[in-house]
């Protein structure tokens, strides 16, 4: 075997832990019971109906589904038999998730036909170079993977794709919001895996619950969960009381939540009654959260809190660990975390120049977790991957103990309750109103959110803002994601020597005193 194709994949690392743990419960909650036998079961099943539809290594499958073990299960089929895989966001705009399917050239796509029956059928018409729709549940369109996997019978999964085959294309955004595929290669696939498992608290024995998406970092947590032979506990939707009721219940003793949730949790009025003498590891990022709230998390919800950094591109890159959320040692709030052990991380100016220690400079960083490329943007790729280097965007500076502290984003991207959202779109969308002249889209504060979407609207002479109907433009358009939680009337804005909107000036505004920080 050549040196290019030594190592593991993903679906072997995953298939390995099934085959292991036997009869041990590897997922419960909604979507019902799994035990690991029944899992590794399943693959096969799921594999055999795939290679009776044609799907073949090199080919590639979109996933839209809901927090629910046989999506996970038909992603890791999929992927066995060389396919890439590329998840939906489950609360994507149409538009993106049909933009998506186009430039990731998707042949299959796998549907939750329970939750996204209308959405796929949307899909299916509007994406005619797909080869076969597989659902997950009866539909009037494409194949109901469930009833095929009974009928197939039981066959032992396999293994087909190589550790530099495509594995994962995950689908971030630019400062224009037109979405990149960043590219995984099964070896960059299984190095998050390890960088997951070697530098987070992972309790002894794991029960982790899925309430994130499992599409995107909320998924990240399951292979090491199945690797310790522990169990998933899925949620779907977001519900604090669910939550804290589940907690108590099933012994869940690690979880994941951008700060949004643990903000509403904290607001819960039960919170104080739950039983959470489970909980051990409570991991938050994605999103800008208050220090106040932490703080209080960590009297009411107790010593759990690890704070992760890192992005579609490469992830994870950092982490705060529960020792450093010492309420003795307020300032370590403000961090971002500590390099994990497989990276190597830089700040430098534009030049490419590390900067001294305490001075401003972009996150830059090498690890064998890093994406491979973006997706058919081989200058985007260069651009980001300039000198071996991943450049996050992220502008930061570093204490003398290592500890990163982001400081504002090189873009204008807002990223709200765990969400990432470009204002250029959002601001597309609010000038198709006859009676918006101009307008701004920026994040500002919020203890909820971490940060809001906020449009600064300037009406047309003589013409009135319909505020409420502003917001619901953008909410059919794009989605409640990116819909603004407030609209100021203004009648200027702050502009640039070029003439554009000075967002840097415009967010002093509302920033003021608050600092900026990103988890």
């Keep these: 075997m050549s040196k290019l194709h030594q190592g593991l994949t993903n679906p072997a690392l995953m298939l390995r832990a ?11 909650g909604y979507g019902g019971s799994f035990t690991y036998a029944q899992c590794w079961d399943l693959v096969g099943r799921y594999q055999a109906v795939m290679q009776g539809a044609g799907a073949s290594r090199g080919q590639r499958i979109a996933l839209l589904n809901a927090n629910r073990a046989e999506a996970w299960l038909a992603n890791i089929a999929a992927q066995g038999l060389g396919l890439c895989a590329t998840s939906l966001h489950p609360l994507g705009a149409y538009e993106d998730q049909q933009f998506i399917l186009e430039d990731a050239a998707i042949d299959y796509l796998f549907v939750d036909a329970e939750n996204y029956l209308e959405r796929g059928a949307e899909l299916v018409v509007a994406t005619p170079r797909l080869q076969k729709t597989f659902t997950l549940g009866p539909a009037a369109y494409g194949l109901d993977i469930r009833a095929a996997a009974d009928d197939a019978g039981a066959v032992s999964p396999v293994i087909l794709c190589q550790p530099d085959d495509d594995g994962m294309l995950g689908y971030t955004g630019g400062t224009t919001g037109k979405s990149k595929g960043a590219m995984r ?70 979880t994941l939540l951008v700060p949004t949730m643990v903000n509403m949790l904290l607001d819960q009025p039960k919170l104080d009654s739950a039983d959470l003498s489970s909980l051990e590891l409570l991991m938050y990022g994605a999103a800008p959260m208050s220090p106040t709230r932490l703080l209080e998390g960590l009297e009411r919800i107790g010593p759990v809190f690890c704070q992760l950094y890192g992005q579609t591109e490469g992830y994870p890159l950092t982490v705060l660990r529960k020792g450093d959320h010492n309420k003795d040692d307020p300032g370590l709030f ?26 401003v400079g972009e996150i830059c960083a090498q690890a064998p977790q890093v994406m491979d490329e973006y997706w058919q943007r081989p200058e985007q790729t260069a651009e980001t991957l300039a000198n071996g280097w991943l450049h996050t965007g992220d502008m930061a500076f570093a204490d003398e103990r290592g500890f990163l502290y982001i400081v504002d984003r090189k873009k204008d ?23 918006a002249a101009t307008a701004a889209v920026i994040g500002v504060p919020d203890d909820k959110w971490g940060e809001a979407v906020k449009a ?8 009135e803002i319909d505020v ?52």
């Design 334 to 359: 403000a961090a971002c975390g500590h390099p994990c052990t497989s990276v190597q991380v830089a700040l430098l100016d534009e030049d490419g120049n590390e900067v001294p220690v305490g001075e």
């Design 456 to 463: 600064v609207v300037i009406p047309r002479p003589g013409a």
């Design 468 to 519: 409420d109907a502003l917001i619901q433009r953008v909410r059919d358009a794009k989605g409640a994601v990116q819909a603004p939680k407030s609209v100021d009337i203004v009648e200027e804005i702050p502009l640039t020597p070029l003439g554009k909107p000075d967002k840097k000036a415009l967010r002093e505004t509302y920033w003021a005193g608050q600092g900026r920080r990103v988890g």
């Design 185 to 254: 290669r099964h070896h960059s696939f299984v190095a998050m895996t390890n960088a997951v498992m070697a530098d987070f608290e992972w309790p002894e024995d794991i029960v982790y619950l899925a309430v994130a998406p499992i599409s995107h970092v909320g998924g990240t947590k399951i292979p090491p969960t199945l690797l310790r032979g522990g169990r998933v506990h899925m949620h779907h939707g977001f519900n604090p009381e669910a939550v804290l009721n589940d907690i108590g219940m099933e012994r869940i003793s690690a």
């Design 413 to 435: 991207m807002i990223i709200t309750g765990g969400f990432n959202v470009f204002p250029r779109e959002i601001e597309d969308v609010l000038t198709t109103d006859q009676n």
């Design 18 to 28: 099934l085959a292991r743990w036997g009869n041990r419960v590897a997922f419960s």
